[in-house]
């Protein structure tokens, strides 16, 4: 019969369901650091996904003082993150030095690459995808040439809405495990961490802002308001995409992209037939 102390270090992969419910049982009953420790041990080829918010900082922070060879870091650079955010990012590689993998939207490494591929704010004319392009298809890119088989995040139950019934460990519609270490704290024990332990982190945080995504769709969070009310404010999102059904994801994208592919070839044909109509009236002139 299966048991905690007679699984395989690593984990032989895919969990059957039997297997991640033992797990999440024996993780439920641990702290953070205890779970961390445990996934450096049993989970294959483990990295850390993370775009530097107050969670993920607090696990990085944990396992540099639990392993000296901590997993490496994941960082989907959209383009579109704040200045204090990429600070952020120079001022942790220099504290922790882990090794740290940074991948982009394809093709793309400026700004200016992604709006001449794109045009400009695609996030307003196709949020879905905007954000498959952005994060999930670099993730995805990132997961494959790593060979990735588990990520920790920085996710918690209280950070409401998707995440409200999180588990330690999951696995993705791709067969990725996912560890939530905090799964159970909330927003002012990350805060406390984060002070107690002198770990670095956004400069945003003390202007009043809580959840740090793009600097187009993060605004302030009010007196009282949720942790992520920031985040995409005034709809009902809460998430990027990245904790989304992969293939769900990817279908819209692709319809979003077959329809603006047609979209292109009415316009060509109409200006083709228009620039013909006026050719053939200059003759008939």
């Known amino acids: 019969m299966t048991s905690i102390e007679t699984l395989s270090k690593p984990l032989q992969l895919p969990l059957t369901p039997e297997v991640l419910e033992i797990i999440n049982a024996h993780l439920t009953q641990l702290q953070p650091e205890q779970i961390l420790e445990w996934a450096v041990e049993y989970l294959p080829n483990l990295y850390q996904t993370t775009a530097f918010g107050l ?29 204090e955010t990429y600070d952020l990012v120079e001022e942790v590689k220099a504290k922790y030095q882990t090794p740290l993998h940074v991948y982009r939207p394809a093709g793309c490494d400026t700004v200016e690459d992604f709006e001449t591929k794109y045009g400009q704010r695609l996030w307003e004319r196709d949020e879905d995808t905007y954000d498959f392009v952005v994060k999930v298809e670099p993730a995805q890119r990132a997961y494959a040439e790593l060979g990735v088989q588990a ?27 996912k560890l939530n270490p905090l799964f159970e704290w909330t927003f002012p024990i990350v805060e406390w961490y984060i002070t107690e332990n002198d770990v ?39 998430e990027c995409g990245l904790h989304k059904d992969y293939f769900t994801m990817q279908k819209q994208a692709m319809k979003a992209s077959a329809v603006s592919v047609m979209k292109t070839i009415i316009v060509m044909h109409f200006i083709f037939d228009l620039s013909g109509t006026r050719s053939s009236s200059a003759v008939a002139g």
Not at 64 to 70: D, E, G, Y
Not at 208 to 235: I, L, P
């Open 200 to 238: 670095p982190c956004n400069r945003l945080l003390s202007q009043g802002y809580r959840s740090v995504g793009d600097w187009h769709s993060t605004v302030k969070v009010g007196e009282g308001q949720d942790e992520r009310a920031g985040r995409w404010a005034g709809r009902e999102k809460t």
């Open 55 to 83: 969670t993920g900082l607090v696990a990085l922070d944990m396992l540099s003082k639990s392993t000296s060879s901590p997993p490496p870091l994941i960082f989907i650079d959209t383009l579109y993150h704040f200045k």
């Open 151 to 177: 990520v920790i995040t920085g996710r918690r139950a209280s950070q409401g809405g998707d995440r409200a019934l999180l588990k330690p460990l999951e696995v993705d519609s791709t067969g990725l495990l």
